[in-house]
């Protein structure tokens, strides 16, 4: 079995300003990432299923609450009447729910960017 080693994946939506300015941090202090818009290639659910696993992520944190589509679609009474699995399978199905930007390194995954936070993680 082989091994793959994930280096700093970075997903994102091209029009989102937070995601701009994460881009533009990440490129500023030269950290290597691969970038994924989100648009594109929305996370599938095992990947959500995964990365909530190994990062023990509470899965109300990876929804976007400030989109259009989690205020139209009632999320916030909804979401209380869901199971895990039924909230991780509705996240898989459309990019614009999932709160972004996520830079997932392989040993934390940051969702949303925090200039602070991410100056942090890559203190010298």
């Given at each position: 079995m082989g091994w793959c080693k994930i280096m700093n994946l970075f997903i994102c939506y091209e029009k989102?300003?937070?995601c701009k300015n994460a881009k533009k941090y990440l490129d500023k202090n030269q950290i290597k990432y691969t970038i994924r818009d989100i648009k594109q290639e929305n996370p599938n659910y095992q990947e959500l299923k995964n990365w909530i696993e190994k990062y023990h992520l509470e899965i109300k944190k990876l929804f976007n609450t400030s989109g259009i589509l989690y205020r139209e679609m009632n999320l916030?009474?909804?979401l209380k009447e869901m199971s895990d699995d039924e909230k991780i399978k509705l996240l898989a199905t459309n990019?614009?729910?999932v709160k972004r930007p996520?830079?997932?390194t392989d040993d934390n995954m940051y969702i949303g960017f925090k200039e602070k936070e991410w100056a942090n993680i890559w203190k010298k």
């Open positions: 989102c300003s937070t916030s009474t909804k990019g614009m729910l996520l830079f997932i």
